[in-house]
């Protein structure tokens, strides 16, 4: 495979836009970690309604999602706080509607001793320990599967050959991994230069702002929350 700068939401978009994996049927993500007691204590406003992983952590998934798989169009949530028993969620299963018709899954929490994270697999950040055999992301199309961020893909090597019964192409997307900071600090000054075009746009924001207040919703009303159409 060649290799591709930048980071790898990038490079697996442009897997995606490419048709690498066929037609788009599924994602599934996972946002699980420890956020540890001195989190709570120094803030005490974490333990309340208004912060959680929903609000403080989902929008950053909700954006890679998008940028993934396409606008999301409807949402149904689960929360519990059965583990520190705070008044906000702990914990968080989600289900994605996408308007391309594909459907995708996605557990948050901020208390399951779990490495599936973009924190803990990425590489991106040199202050999280890194698990580079971990994955927080699985595209799955119907030609076959990425696997983000360790590039890991599956494919059938032809149309004629989509079967369980047939083993899969295996192999990994090359990169270059790049400091992400860099090339958006770098991208922020052109941009206020008149040299570029911003890649994320203000309605990108308000859109996965939409989302991401939808599954908070969701999950207080236990009903499928549609998101608004622009």
């Not at 204590?41 to 798989?69: F, K, Q, S, T, Y």
């Amino acid at each position: 495979m060649e290799a591709a700068q930048g980071s790898s939401t990038c490079t697996s978009s442009a897997i995606v836009e490419q048709g690498v994996l066929g037609r788009i049927v599924a994602v599934m993500g996972s946002a699980t970690f420890v956020k540890p007691d001195e989190y709570f204590a120094d803030a005490p406003w974490r333990r309340e309604l208004g912060a959680g992983p929903i609000l403080l952590n989902m929008i950053h998934e909700v954006h890679n999602l998008r940028m993934l798989c396409g606008d999301i169009k409807a949402v149904q949530a689960f929360a519990s706080h059965a583990v520190r028993g705070f008044p906000v969620e702990d914990t968080v299963a989600i289900n994605l509607q996408f308007a391309n018709g594909a459907l995708g899954s996605f557990l948050l929490s901020d208390t399951a001793a779990c490495a599936r994270s973009w924190e803990q697999t990425s590489r991106e950040n040199k202050a999280y320990p890194t698990y580079e055999d971990e994955d927080c992301y699985v595209i799955a199309g119907t030609d076959g599967s990425l696997s983000v961020p360790t590039m890991r893909i599956k494919k059938y090597p032809r149309k004629e050959d989509r079967s369980w019964w047939k083993p899969f192409e295996v192999g990994v997307i090359g990169m270059v991994r790049d400091d992400p900071l860099k090339h958006q600090m770098e991208h922020f000054g052109a941009v206020v230069r008149g040299e570029a075009q911003p890649l994320v746009s203000a309605r990108d924001g308000l859109k996965n702002l939409r989302v991401t207040e939808a599954i908070a919703e969701a999950a207080r009303s236990g009903k499928v929350i549609a998101i608004p159409a622009d």
